[in-house]
Protein backbone atom coordinates (compact mmCIF):
# COMPACT_ATOMS: atom_id res chain seq x y z
CA UNK A 1 0.00 0.00 0.00
CA UNK A 2 1.87 3.22 -1.14
CA UNK A 3 -0.19 5.52 0.60
CA UNK A 4 0.01 8.69 -2.30
CA UNK A 5 2.97 8.80 -4.86
CA UNK A 6 4.13 11.85 -6.57
CA UNK A 7 6.26 12.43 -10.04
CA UNK A 8 8.25 13.56 -10.65
CA UNK A 9 10.12 14.86 -7.07
CA UNK A 10 11.84 17.05 -8.62
CA UNK A 11 12.05 19.27 -12.11
CA UNK A 12 13.41 22.73 -13.58
CA UNK A 13 11.71 24.44 -15.79
CA UNK A 14 12.56 27.47 -17.80
CA UNK A 15 9.73 30.20 -17.94
CA UNK A 16 6.72 30.12 -20.73
CA UNK A 17 7.12 26.06 -20.32
CA UNK A 18 4.62 23.47 -19.65
CA UNK A 19 4.35 20.35 -17.23
CA UNK A 20 2.12 18.47 -15.73
CA UNK A 21 2.49 16.74 -11.84
CA UNK A 22 0.92 13.75 -11.57
CA UNK A 23 -0.72 12.17 -8.40
CA UNK A 24 -1.86 8.99 -7.39
CA UNK A 25 -3.53 7.06 -4.38
CA UNK A 26 -4.19 3.58 -3.67
CA UNK A 27 -6.23 4.18 -0.70
CA UNK A 28 -9.49 4.45 -2.43
CA UNK A 29 -10.50 7.62 -1.41
CA UNK A 30 -12.86 10.05 -3.09
CA UNK A 31 -11.31 13.55 -2.61
CA UNK A 32 -8.07 14.37 -3.69
CA UNK A 33 -5.96 18.15 -3.78
CA UNK A 34 -3.42 20.01 -4.57
CA UNK A 35 -0.85 22.29 -2.38
CA UNK A 36 2.18 24.45 -2.82
CA UNK A 37 4.53 25.17 0.24
CA UNK A 38 6.58 28.21 -0.42
CA UNK A 39 9.87 28.07 2.24
CA UNK A 40 8.54 29.26 5.58
CA UNK A 41 5.18 29.39 5.00
CA UNK A 42 2.12 26.89 5.06
CA UNK A 43 0.59 24.84 2.67
CA UNK A 44 -1.80 26.83 0.54
CA UNK A 45 -4.67 24.96 -1.31
CA UNK A 46 -4.51 24.99 -4.86
CA UNK A 47 -7.37 22.62 -6.20
CA UNK A 48 -9.11 20.18 -5.05
CA UNK A 49 -11.91 17.70 -6.63
CA UNK A 50 -14.77 16.40 -3.53
CA UNK A 51 -15.51 13.95 -5.83
CA UNK A 52 -14.04 11.58 -9.39
CA UNK A 53 -15.70 14.05 -12.15
CA UNK A 54 -15.52 17.19 -9.82
CA UNK A 55 -13.19 19.95 -9.37
CA UNK A 56 -13.21 23.69 -7.09
CA UNK A 57 -10.49 26.17 -7.22
CA UNK A 58 -8.64 26.74 -3.45
CA UNK A 59 -6.93 29.51 -2.55
CA UNK A 60 -4.57 30.02 -4.91
CA UNK A 61 -5.98 28.40 -8.68
CA UNK A 62 -4.48 31.11 -10.75
CA UNK A 63 -1.64 29.62 -13.42
CA UNK A 64 -2.29 25.96 -12.60
CA UNK A 65 -5.03 23.33 -14.23
CA UNK A 66 -6.63 20.10 -12.75
CA UNK A 67 -7.43 16.60 -14.30
CA UNK A 68 -9.07 14.33 -11.86
CA UNK A 69 -8.30 11.54 -14.70
CA UNK A 70 -10.18 8.69 -12.53
CA UNK A 71 -10.60 8.04 -9.44
CA UNK A 72 -7.03 6.99 -8.19
CA UNK A 73 -5.24 10.03 -10.46
CA UNK A 74 -5.47 13.62 -9.99
CA UNK A 75 -3.07 16.06 -12.19
CA UNK A 76 -1.93 19.24 -11.92
CA UNK A 77 -0.57 21.31 -15.04
CA UNK A 78 1.09 24.46 -15.39
CA UNK A 79 0.35 25.76 -18.92
CA UNK A 80 2.86 28.45 -18.89
CA UNK A 81 5.61 28.27 -16.00
CA UNK A 82 6.56 31.23 -14.13
CA UNK A 83 9.23 32.12 -11.31
CA UNK A 84 6.25 32.60 -8.92
CA UNK A 85 5.68 29.16 -9.53
CA UNK A 86 8.83 27.74 -8.09
CA UNK A 87 7.67 26.00 -5.09
CA UNK A 88 7.07 22.62 -3.45
CA UNK A 89 3.92 21.26 -4.56
CA UNK A 90 1.75 18.73 -2.29
CA UNK A 91 -0.92 16.18 -3.26
CA UNK A 92 -3.01 14.50 -0.81
CA UNK A 93 -5.68 12.64 -0.38
CA UNK A 94 -9.13 12.23 1.99
CA UNK A 95 -12.03 9.95 2.44
CA UNK A 96 -14.74 11.67 0.64
CA UNK A 97 -15.56 15.50 2.28
CA UNK A 98 -13.45 14.16 5.00
CA UNK A 99 -10.69 16.47 6.75
CA UNK A 100 -8.35 14.19 7.82
CA UNK A 101 -6.08 14.07 4.65
CA UNK A 102 -3.00 11.95 4.06
CA UNK A 103 -0.36 13.86 2.07
CA UNK A 104 2.38 12.82 -0.68
CA UNK A 105 5.80 13.41 -0.52
CA UNK A 106 5.58 16.71 -2.82
CA UNK A 107 7.47 17.56 -6.60
CA UNK A 108 9.89 20.20 -5.80
CA UNK A 109 9.69 22.63 -8.43
CA UNK A 110 11.92 25.23 -10.01
CA UNK A 111 10.77 27.71 -12.45
CA UNK A 112 13.75 29.83 -13.75
CA UNK B 1 -9.80 36.86 4.48
CA UNK B 2 -9.30 33.90 7.36
CA UNK B 3 -6.19 33.06 8.85
CA UNK B 4 -4.91 30.82 11.02
CA UNK B 5 -1.47 31.88 12.34
CA UNK B 6 1.42 30.75 15.03
CA UNK B 7 2.81 32.20 17.67
CA UNK B 8 6.70 31.55 17.32
CA UNK B 9 8.25 30.50 14.43
CA UNK B 10 10.87 28.42 16.27
CA UNK B 11 11.17 26.56 19.00
CA UNK B 12 14.05 24.92 21.06
CA UNK B 13 12.89 21.98 23.73
CA UNK B 14 15.77 20.04 25.82
CA UNK B 15 15.08 16.03 25.12
CA UNK B 16 12.51 14.69 27.61
CA UNK B 17 10.76 18.26 28.49
CA UNK B 18 7.48 18.70 27.36
CA UNK B 19 6.76 20.79 24.31
CA UNK B 20 4.01 23.43 23.31
CA UNK B 21 3.28 24.89 20.46
CA UNK B 22 0.83 26.91 20.12
CA UNK B 23 -1.61 28.56 16.92
CA UNK B 24 -4.27 30.81 16.51
CA UNK B 25 -7.04 30.80 13.93
CA UNK B 26 -9.82 33.61 13.23
CA UNK B 27 -12.22 31.75 11.24
CA UNK B 28 -15.17 31.07 13.83
CA UNK B 29 -17.09 29.07 11.42
CA UNK B 30 -14.19 26.32 11.55
CA UNK B 31 -15.15 22.90 13.33
CA UNK B 32 -12.57 20.66 12.94
CA UNK B 33 -8.91 21.01 13.62
CA UNK B 34 -5.41 19.21 12.36
CA UNK B 35 -2.07 19.16 13.29
CA UNK B 36 0.49 18.15 10.75
CA UNK B 37 3.86 17.35 11.80
CA UNK B 38 6.82 17.68 8.94
CA UNK B 39 9.93 16.25 8.63
CA UNK B 40 12.38 17.79 6.35
CA UNK B 41 11.64 16.67 2.60
CA UNK B 42 8.66 14.96 3.31
CA UNK B 43 4.78 15.44 3.14
CA UNK B 44 3.06 16.40 5.78
CA UNK B 45 1.85 13.99 8.52
CA UNK B 46 -1.17 13.74 10.69
CA UNK B 47 -0.69 13.61 14.29
CA UNK B 48 -4.17 14.42 15.93
CA UNK B 49 -7.16 16.19 15.04
CA UNK B 50 -10.20 17.93 17.50
CA UNK B 51 -13.73 18.63 16.51
CA UNK B 52 -15.26 21.92 18.09
CA UNK B 53 -17.27 20.06 20.58
CA UNK B 54 -14.28 19.12 22.40
CA UNK B 55 -11.82 21.09 24.62
CA UNK B 56 -9.40 18.62 24.86
CA UNK B 57 -8.19 14.92 22.96
CA UNK B 58 -5.28 12.95 23.90
CA UNK B 59 -3.48 10.85 21.92
CA UNK B 60 -0.01 8.91 21.94
CA UNK B 61 2.48 11.41 24.05
CA UNK B 62 0.20 14.82 22.41
CA UNK B 63 -2.84 16.37 23.66
CA UNK B 64 -4.58 18.83 22.01
CA UNK B 65 -6.25 21.59 23.41
CA UNK B 66 -8.80 24.05 21.87
CA UNK B 67 -10.27 26.93 23.43
CA UNK B 68 -13.11 28.48 21.34
CA UNK B 69 -13.74 31.72 23.63
CA UNK B 70 -10.04 33.02 22.69
CA UNK B 71 -9.92 30.71 19.07
CA UNK B 72 -6.73 29.19 20.17
CA UNK B 73 -5.76 25.89 19.94
CA UNK B 74 -2.57 24.36 21.32
CA UNK B 75 -0.28 21.06 20.74
CA UNK B 76 1.49 19.39 23.79
CA UNK B 77 4.08 16.60 23.46
CA UNK B 78 5.27 15.11 26.39
CA UNK B 79 9.39 13.76 27.05
CA UNK B 80 10.22 15.14 23.59
CA UNK B 81 12.25 13.06 21.84
CA UNK B 82 15.01 13.85 18.91
CA UNK B 83 12.45 12.54 16.39
CA UNK B 84 9.90 14.99 17.38
CA UNK B 85 12.21 17.71 15.78
CA UNK B 86 10.34 18.98 12.33
CA UNK B 87 7.56 21.36 11.61
CA UNK B 88 4.65 21.17 12.92
CA UNK B 89 1.57 23.28 11.41
CA UNK B 90 -1.82 23.60 12.67
CA UNK B 91 -4.95 23.33 10.04
CA UNK B 92 -8.72 24.20 10.97
CA UNK B 93 -11.40 23.71 7.88
CA UNK B 94 -12.71 26.99 7.48
CA UNK B 95 -15.93 27.57 5.55
CA UNK B 96 -15.27 24.81 2.78
CA UNK B 97 -16.05 21.70 5.18
CA UNK B 98 -13.14 19.68 4.48
CA UNK B 99 -10.20 21.56 2.32
CA UNK B 100 -7.36 22.72 5.01
CA UNK B 101 -6.55 25.78 5.78
CA UNK B 102 -2.42 25.25 6.82
CA UNK B 103 -1.25 27.99 9.40
CA UNK B 104 2.50 28.92 8.96
CA UNK B 105 4.20 26.37 10.84
CA UNK B 106 6.28 26.34 14.22
CA UNK B 107 9.67 24.72 13.77
CA UNK B 108 10.42 22.24 16.95
CA UNK B 109 14.17 21.66 17.29
CA UNK B 110 15.06 19.01 20.04
CA UNK B 111 18.38 19.50 21.53
CA UNK B 112 20.03 16.58 23.51
Known amino acids: NAGVTQTPKFQVLKTGQSMTLQCAQD?????MYWYRQDPGMGLRLIYYSASEGTTDKGEVPNGYNVSRLNKREFSLRLESAAPSQTSVYFCASSEERQVQQYFGPGTRLTVL | GESVGLHLPTLSVQEGDNSIINCAYSNSASDYFIWYKQESGKGPQFIIDIRSNMDKRQGQRVTVLLNKTVKHLSLQIAATQPGDSAVYFCAENGNSGYALNFGKGTSLLVTP
Open chain 1, 27 to 31: MNHNS
